[in-house]
């Protein structure tokens, strides 16, 4: 290195004497030859317009590259910004009809009377065959009291056993005639008796309602329910 300069004879600008080009104006240095000062306030020469043209040609190449580069990366605007995110509308579901629910008391279940095989009828006089004549149940105590059971086939026994129970209103019973046996004829298929009054027969136990039972070998083969009132 050497403390000579050379002088930019575009500008004057001092520089070093290995520089090329101008620090200053970037004009290519002319090593050797004279600084020829211009003439104007705009160069004219060939050197001048060289070194102008050059710096003008740096700067467009400058800018062009620049767009270019650009172009090879557009800046997406929307880059960075949130997507909106769709709403969703709420589904309204259809109301459905509730099904009635069950309740929990249990419906009181109505047992049904067990079919028999005889028939009871109750009366106040028998037929020839034993039979009640004008069946009727409801008695006062003047009336003559009587009944009469008749089988689809025989008795199969040689007795029968009776037995009275008295409901109450609200549907229980207390047994006034306990089970009491009768005699009757095996092969016979109706039986009947006529007790007397009712007065007599039912007075002891008061007005309300009855029911007989009749049983064969310790089974219910008949019922039949009747009243009793006092007046």
């Known amino acids: ?33 004279a600084r020829v000062a211009p ?45 909106p995110t769709p709403t969703l509308e709420p589904t309204v579901a259809p109301t459905a009809t509730p099904e009635p629910v069950p309740s929990d008391t249990p419906e009181p279940s109505v047992e049904a009377t067990p079919e028999l095989p005889g028939t009871i009828a109750f009366g106040s006089e028998l037929d020839g065959n034993r039979r009640i004549v004008e069946p009727k149940d409801a008695f006062v105590p003047s009336d003559a009291f009587a009944y009469s059971v008749e089988m689809p086939g025989t008795f199969g026994a040689n007795q029968i056993e009776n037995e009275i129970a008295k409901i109450a209103d609200d549907g229980t019973e207390t047994i006034v005639l306990p089970r009491q046996a009768v005699g009757v004829d095996p092969a016979a298929t109706t039986f009947g008796y006529v007790i007397g009054t009712a007065g007599d027969f039912l007075g002891p136990w008061g007005p309300g309602t009855f029911e007989w039972r009749v049983y064969v070998n310790d089974e219910v083969v008949a019922r039949g329910t009747f009243i009793y009132a006092e007046g």
């Open 39 to 83: 003439t104007g306030r705009i160069p004219t020469d060939q050197a001048s317009l060289i070194s102008i043209g050059a710096v003008v040609g740096t700067i467009l190449l400058a800018v062009v590259l620049g767009l270019f580069v650009s172009s090879l990366n557009p800046t997406d605007p929307t880059v960075g910004q949130a997507s």
């Open 1 to 33: 290195m050497t403390d000579e300069t050379v002088d930019c004879f575009n500008c004057g600008r001092a520089n070093p004497a290995w520089a090329q080009v101008c620090r200053s104006c970037g004009v290519p240095l002319r090593h050797g030859e």
